[in-house]
């Protein structure tokens, strides 16, 4: 019994090891998405008006105990072909954007595989040193965002939560 309490004490007191949290599985049906995502989601909407009028954007996110960040973000429009918007051109400006409200500067950017839809991926880091990987999906009338914004030190998590977004069947057709 006593060389089990003693490897036991040893195993809790080795630094550097820590149990990583279980992360857990989130589906919107209404979203038509599923990603795994450290802690329970919150769940959000925000009213955004256009010349077209008012659209809602959706947003999921959930943040670990390391304060990394992961969202999933749909806005939902009224034009049947609003995927057609998914220009280069638009890519560009939204990247732009991103990069220049976090004081950024691009790492990596590259089109995306998403069936016959138009994405693009993009990689930088922010002022204060995090980086952001973020991938933008044009399916339909809707307008995906799916980002992670971590410390240096946990890449592994944003890839693990890229890894794991899924758009659920018959989404992509």
């Known amino acids: 019994?006593?060389?089990?309490?003693?490897?036991?004490l040893c195993l809790i007191a080795t630094p550097g090891v820590q149990q990583e949290p279980a992360w857990q599985q989130f589906t919107s049906n209404e979203g038509r998405f599923s990603a795994r995502m450290p802690s329970d989601p919150r769940i959000s909407t925000q009213v955004t008006n256009t010349k077209d009028g008012s659209v809602l954007t959706h947003m999921v996110s959930s943040t670990d105990d390391n304060l990394n960040e992961f969202m999933v973000s749909w806005t939902e429009?009224?034009?049947p072909n609003f995927e057609q918007r998914g220009t280069e051109a638009t890519f560009n400006k939204m990247r732009d954007a991103l990069v220049a409200v976090n004081k950024g500067k691009v790492l990596n950017e590259s089109v995306i595989s998403s069936g016959a839809h138009p994405a693009r991926a993009y990689k930088f880091s922010t002022s204060d040193g995090r980086i952001v990987t973020v991938r933008f999906y044009f399916v339909g009338n809707r307008m995906y965002q799916v980002m992670a914004q971590m410390r240096p030190e946990n890449i592994d998590?944003?890839?693990k939560f890229f890894e794991s977004f899924k758009f659920m069947p018959g989404t992509l057709v």
Not at 1 to 8: R, T
């Open 77 to 79: 429009y009224k034009n």
């Open 157 to 159: 998590s944003g890839e």
């Open 1 to 8: 019994m006593q060389p089990f309490i003693i490897a036991f």
